[in-house]
């Protein structure tokens, strides 16, 4: 199921967390970086297909 343009829930990828769309990088797992003191630029220098568009995604469906 597509939450919105980046996140996805799949039943059969990462135990239906949501992911960004194509990836097993969790909402969570962005969420949690960021918590940690990490930059977005440290999560795109770590996740080479991560992009900007996908971490704001990530930081907007926290807020809902």
């Known amino acids: 199921m597509l939450l919105n343009e980046f996140i996805e829930v799949d039943p059969k990828v990462m135990v239906s ?11 969570e797992q962005i969420l949690e970086d960021l918590a940690a ?12 297909r991560l992009k900007r568009e996908h971490i704001l995604a990530a930081l907007a469906y926290a807020t809902q």
């Open 37 to 48: 003191g990490d930059t977005i630029e440290d999560l795109l220098e770590a996740h080479p």
């Open 17 to 27: 967390k949501p992911v960004i769309l194509g990836t097993r990088i969790t909402v």
